[in-house]
C-alpha cells in the first residue's frame, strides 16, 4: 500500500469550475474510473474519476471548491496499478468497467480532452408495459425501489443535475441506457410515473404504503400496526403489476363517482346454443365462450347507449366509433387487461379464439402494449370461478363496466308457473358524471334481451 496523489486531470476547456457534487468520503474503498466528485462549468457538469483504486484517506476538495488542471483531488492508500481515467464526459464511459490495470507509477493525465454532456442519450424506455385493472396499459415505470443500489446510480452529471432539480431519487431510477445508465429519458419516465401514482418512491412507501397516507386527501393517516405484536408474520413486497394496478384502481375508485346496478339475464337458451356449437366444432380446437357471446352482446348495448362507450375529457365526452371490449384476465402476477381490437367486426367464434390467445399471453406475461391499449369498455368476468355479484373498479379513462358472475339455475315465474332458468348475474358499474341511473337500468335491460335471445343482436 502507498499513498497515492490523485490529481484533476486533463478537463478540456473547463477552468475554474465549481464543485457540485461530491460521491465519496473517506474511508470508502475507491475504484479505477469511481467518480468522485461532478465539476460545472456555466455550460456542462463533468464527473471526474478516481484514476486508482484504493482506500480514500483525504479528499482534498469540498462542494463549491473551483479546481482546475492538475489540482489535487483526493489522497488514497492504494495500489499503484492504473490506467489514466478519463474524466466521464460521455454518457458510456461511467458504467464501463474498471480499467484493466497496466502498472503506472504516477498519476498519468487524462489521454482524452472531455467532450461535455449537455444531454444524456436517449435510449426510450423498454421497461415494457404492463396491464392494469384498467383497459389501457401503462408503461411500466422505469423504477426499482428496494432494487440492489450498490454504489452510485450510473448516470451522467447532466442526469443528475436535472434528477436533482427534479428531486427524484436517481438510486430508485432503473436505467436503461447503456449498461443500464440512466438517462434523461428515464427520469422523465419515473417523474411521469410518480405523478400519475403508478409509482411510489421509497419515501412515499415509508409513509403509508401504495395506499398513500391520505394526507392530500384530508384523511387521518393510515394506521401503523406492528402485526408482529400479535403472532408471526411474513413481508413480501407486491409485485410491479400489482403495484401498478392498485395505484390505479385507487385513483379510480376515488376519483370516479361509481355506482353499480346488478340484474340477471336469462342465458338458458344461449347456454344450450353455446354448448351444442362447441360439440360441433370440437375438431376445430376452438371452444366458444360465455364472455364471448357476452362481448358480442355488450357491443350491440353499446351501440345503442353510446354515452357508455365514452370518455370524460375536461368538459366534453369523446365518443368512440370503434369497439375495443377488454376483459380482465386473472395471472400469475396479478390482474391483466387485454383488449380484443374491433369486436362489432368480428364474430363470436374468432372472438373466442383472440380471447384465449389473449388470456394464454397475460398468464404468460407475453402480452404486447398493443394488446392492452384502447379499450372503450372492460367485461370481468368471475364466471368461472363463483359468486353472484360484485362491484367492479371502472378503468378510467372509460366510463363502464361490466362484472359477471356465475350462472346457476334458478326457479322464474313465466306468470302461470315458475320454470328452471339458467340466471347470469350481471354487475354494471358506471361514471355517474357521464351515466344516469336509468340509462343503466335500460343498458343493463337491454343487455339482458339479447342474452335471453342472441337474434337480437343481429337488429
Ligand atoms: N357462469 C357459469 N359458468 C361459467 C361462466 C359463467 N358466467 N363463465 C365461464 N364459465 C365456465 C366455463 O364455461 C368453463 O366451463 P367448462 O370448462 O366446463 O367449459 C369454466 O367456467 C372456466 O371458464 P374460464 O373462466 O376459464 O373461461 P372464461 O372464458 O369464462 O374466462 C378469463 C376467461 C380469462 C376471463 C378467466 O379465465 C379469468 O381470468 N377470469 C378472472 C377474471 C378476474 O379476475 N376478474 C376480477 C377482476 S376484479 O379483481
Not at 432539480?165 to 411521469?192: A, H, M, S, W, Y
Not at 372503450?376 to 368476468?381: A, E, Q, W
Not at 359468486?387 to 306468470?415: H, Q, R
Amino acid at each position: 500500500m502507498a499513498l497515492i496523489e490523485v490529481k484533476v486531470p486533463d478537463i478540456g476547456d473547463f477552468k475554474d469550475v465549481a464543485v457540485i457534487e461530491v460521491f465519496v468520503k473517506s474511508g470508502d474503498t475507491i475504484k479505477v474510473e469511481q467518480s468522485l466528485v461532478t465539476v460545472e462549468s456555466d455550460k456542462a457538469s463533468m464527473e471526474i474519476p478516481s484514476s486508482h483504486a484504493g482506500v480514500l484517506k483525504e479528499l482534498k476538495v469540498k462542494l463549491g471548491d473551483k479546481i482546475n488542471i492538475g489540482d489535487l483531488l483526493a489522497i488514497l492508500d492504494g495500489v499503484e496499478l492504473a490506467v489514466a481515467a478519463a474524466p466521464v464526459a460521455s454518457a458510456q464511459a461511467a458504467s464501463a468497467a474498471p480499467a484493466t490495470a497496466s502498472t503506472v507509477s504516477a498519476i498519468a493525465p487524462a489521454t482524452s480532452s472531455a467532450t461535455a454532456v449537455s444531454t444524456s442519450t436517449s435510449a426510450s424506455t423498454s421497461a415494457g408495459v404492463v396491464a392494469l385493472a384498467s383497459g389501457s396499459a401503462i408503461a411500466a415505470p422505469a423504477h426499482a425501489p428496494g432494487g440492489t443500489t450498490v454504489g452510485l446510480p450510473h448516470a451522467s452529471p447532466s442526469v443528475r443535475k436535472f434528477a436533482r432539480e427534479l428531486g427524484v431519487p436517481l438510486e430508485e431510477v432503473k436505467g436503461t441506457g447503456n449498461k443500464e445508465r440512466i438517462t434523461q429519458e428515464d427520469v422523465q419516465t419515473f417523474t411521469k410515473s410518480v405523478m400519475s401514482g403508478a409509482t411510489f418512491t421509497k419515501a412515499q412507501n415509508a409513509k403509508g404504503g401504495s395506499g398513500g397516507d391520505g394526507a392530500a386527501l384530508g384523511l387521518i393517516p393510515w394506521p401503523k400496526v406492528d402485526f408482529a405484536k400479535f403472532g408471526p408474520v411474513e413481508r413480501k413486497e407486491m409485485g410491479r403489476i400489482k403495484k401498478i394496478s392498485g395505484a390505479n384502481l385507487l385513483r379510480n375508485a376515488i376519483m370516479i363517482p361509481a355506482v353499480t346496478n346488478h340484474d340477471d339475464a336469462d342465458i338458458t337458451d344461449l347456454e344450450a346454443f353455446r354448448v351444442s356449437t362447441n360439440k360441433e366444432n370440437e375438431k376445430s380446437g376452438i371452444k366458444v365462450t360465455m364472455l364471448a357471446f357476452l362481448i358480442k352482446a355488450c357491443v350491440a348495448a353499446l351501440k345503442k347507449y353510446p354515452e357508455f362507450n365514452s370518455s370524460l375529457d375536461g368538459d366534453a365526452l369523446v365518443y368512440k366509433n370503434y369497439w375495443h371490449i377488454a376483459f380482465a384476465a386473472d395471472t400469475p402476477n396479478g390482474l391483466m387487461v387485454p383488449v380484443i381490437k374491433d369486436c362489432d367486426k368480428k364474430g363470436v367464434l374468432q372472438i373466442s379464439q383472440e380471447m384465449s390467445e389473449l388470456a394464454k399471453k397475460a398468464r404468460d406475461g407475453k402480452l404486447g402494449p398493443a394488446e392492452m391499449t384502447g379499450a372503450t369498455f372492460t367485461i370481468s368476468s368471475l364466471g368461472g370461478i363463483g359468486g353472484k355479484y360484485f362491484t367492479p373498479i371502472i378503468n378510467a379513462p372509460e366510463v363502464a363496466i361490466l362484472g359477471v358472475c356465475k350462472s346457476t339455475m334458478e326457479p322464474v315465474w313465466d306468470g302461470k308457473a315458475f320454470q328452471p332458468r339458467l340466471m347470469l348475474p350481471l354487475s354494471l358499474t358506471w361514471d355517474h358524471r357521464v351515466i344516469d341511473g336509468a340509462a343503466a337500468a335500460r343498458f343493463n335491460a337491454y343487455l339482458g334481451q339479447i342474452l335471453s335471445d342472441f337474434r337480437r343482436v343481429l337488429l
